[in-house]
């Protein structure tokens, strides 16, 4: 009977062993594909696919993935993920709740944006990802190597792609705000520090600019 209790607890060790030490998965083992789809009317659709063809298993805690794409509000995501834009076209996807990906498995991502996508430059462009250990500590930074932009579909027959019209723009830009000027920096590119004093600055003649080896154009263009 202790002979079989100690072969029971020695599989559970080596089980749990061989869960914590689940190898990252390289750029290749897990395919991405995105594809855009073209509409007649705004609620524009595109799908993210993952293939897992690796021995690691993607939870809701141990992955996220990071791309460039110019901005658009994303108005819902299915399959238990959520897409943020971090700055200026630096996106996140992130698992919520009940995500899971194992091994030999795919799933198909549903996204729904304000905007359509319509030719390729729309697509994310280089993807990676982060993964994570369970406390949330990031183990290794991967590139997709794995990843492909599926061709558009055209409109269906009968049917024509969305185009802007002034109308359109105009509902568009109901939804602007006026950015308070406190929180534009008062020179681009912004310096590491700088103070204020309220009061008009005037150059008898152009300030020095200093500048490390290396920036000699930047400093040329300033």
């Known amino acids: 009977m202790n002979r ?7 599989s559970l060790i080596g089980m749990l062993l061989t869960h914590c030490t689940q190898p990252i998965p390289t750029g290749d083992q897990i395919k991405v594909t995105w594809k855009g789809f073209i509409g007649e009317t705004p609620g524009y659709t595109a799908r993210f696919t993952f293939e897992n063809n690796s021995n690691f298993t993607l939870n ?10 110019f901005p658009r509000n994303i108005k819902s995501c299915s399959g238990n993920v959520a897409i943020s834009r971090i700055s200026g076209d630096w996106h996140q996807l992130t698992p919520t709740e009940g995500f899971s990906l194992k091994p030999g498995q795919s799933i198909e991502l549903q996204i729904e944006a304000n905007r359509p996508w319509i030719k390729e430059s729309d697509a994310p462009l280089g993807p990676y990802f982060v993964f994570y250990d369970q406390s949330g500590v990031e183990k290794a930074v991967v590139a997709c190597t794995a990843y492909t932009i599926e061709p558009f579909d055209q409109p269906a027959e009968g049917e ?4 802007p019209t ?28 700088f103070k204020t004093s309220g009061k008009p600055v005037t150059f008898d003649s152009a300030p020095e600019i200093l500048f490390q ?5 930047e400093a040329g263009y300033l």
Do not use: M
């Not at 079989?4 to 020695?10: K, N, P």
């Not at 809701?60 to 794409?69: G, I, P, V």
């Not at 002034?166 to 000027?181: E, F, G, H, P, T």
């Open 4 to 10: 079989t209790y100690a072969l029971v607890f020695l």
């Open 60 to 69: 809701d805690k141990n992955w996220a993935l990071f791309y460039s794409q």
């Open 160 to 163: 024509s792609a969305f185009v």
């Open 166 to 193: 002034a109308a359109s723009r105009y509902q568009d830009n109901l939804s602007l705000k006026d950015v308070d000027i406190s929180s534009i920096p008062p020179v681009i590119p912004t310096p590491v520090s």
């Open 213 to 217: 080896k290396g920036l000699e154009f």
